[in-house]
């Protein structure tokens, strides 16, 4: 009888640290694919020796940012002539701040069956670590590198009533978390989860505009998740709300400085006006 799986692409979780986090289905998987394909071919070989199953002659193909379009149809091939196909991200759950979302698009648009077989994920599991409000969260990724941008898409989360997890370098995370401190409030409650699932697993939590301080003193390294959570669950004094509404007025007018900081504070508007009315001295 023929496999059930035959033309199914399954996409595999693979650890995000600690490699005995691998799943015994996802093993199974890695073990009966007829067709490999991995964000990074390397990791992929690294994770099934370090589990004893070997690729053997079956094709291990490269399928990230960069392959285009031919490498998305050579897996179409593989799937149209019946084989198993796996896609295993570098780390964590494919597709999460990961390439292959046009993969599945085009897999399903052509009838193949496409699962999962999960595993973790650096936000979910630094979600549950947190600390913050779980009932609702947003999941940003990496913010845009270049300032303009990321500021930008910061204001257009100030509103968010959820946590909001980010993923960032430690290279960029003083300027990330100075522009969040300024833009969502330097009192929300906010967490730095690093290394999760491996020896150095560390996490740090502290009102956003505290943990601006304690990265500028000891500069975490390694893979790092941001968590900053509702500014409904924060304890907004008055001091606060005043400093951030100086700063908006200096670059917004005072309708829209007024919009942001009463979203990011979850200060009543009629009351933040009466404050920027008086900082612009007009009360
Ligand atoms: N697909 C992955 C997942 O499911 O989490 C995420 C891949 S993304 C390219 C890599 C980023 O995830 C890292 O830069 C870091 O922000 C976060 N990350 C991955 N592993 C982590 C870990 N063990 N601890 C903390 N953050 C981690």
């Known amino acids: 009888m023929s496999d059930p799986r035959a033309g199914h692409l399954v996409l595999v979780t693979t650890p995000i640290g600690n490699a005995r986090d691998i799943t015994l289905r996802a093993l199974d998987l890695l073990r009966e694919a007829t067709v490999l394909v ?8 690294r994770l099934m020796d370090m589990h004893g199953v070997a690729v053997g002659g079956r094709p291990l193909l490269a ?25 295993a991200s570098e780390a964590g759950t494919p597709l999460i701040a990961d390439p292959g979302y046009d993969l599945v698009q085009v897999a399903r648009a052509a009838g193949h069956g496409v699962t999962a ?3 973790p994920s650096a936000a979910v599991t630094a979600l549950s670590l947190a600390g ?3 009932d609702r969260f947003f999941f940003e990724g990496f913010l845009p590198s270049a300032k303009g941008a990321r500021r930008k898409v910061l204001q257009s989360l100030t509103a968010v009533p959820g946590t909001l997890i ?8 003083e ?50 998740v941001v968590l900053v959570g509702p500014a409904a669950a924060a304890e907004i004094s008055p ?16 309708k829209d400085a007024v ?25």
């Open 38 to 45: 991995a964000e990074d071919t390397r990791s992929l070989r």
């Open 63 to 87: 399928y990230h940012d960069h392959s285009g379009p031919r490498m998305r149809d050579k897996v179409l091939d593989h799937l149209a002539a019946g084989a198993l196909v796996v896609y």
């Open 117 to 119: 077989a999960p595993g």
């Open 132 to 134: 913050l409000p779980t």
């Open 166 to 173: 980010f993923y960032e370098s430690p290279k960029r995370l």
């Open 175 to 224: 300027k990330s978390l100075s522009d969040m401190a300024e833009i969502l409030g330097p009192a929300r409650a906010a967490v730095i989860a690093r290394e999760l699932t491996k020896r150095f697993e560390e996490i740090r939590s502290a009102a956003l505009g505290d943990l601006v301080q304690l990265v500028v003193e000891a500069p975490p390294k390694g893979e790092i």
């Open 239 to 254: 001091e606060d709300i005043t400093e951030m509404l100086t700063e908006a007025l200096a670059s917004q007018s005072a």
């Open 259 to 283: 919009a942001q900081v009463s979203a990011a504070t979850g200060a009543p508007r009629r009351q933040v006006y009466k404050e920027a009315l008086a900082i612009l001295g007009k009360s």
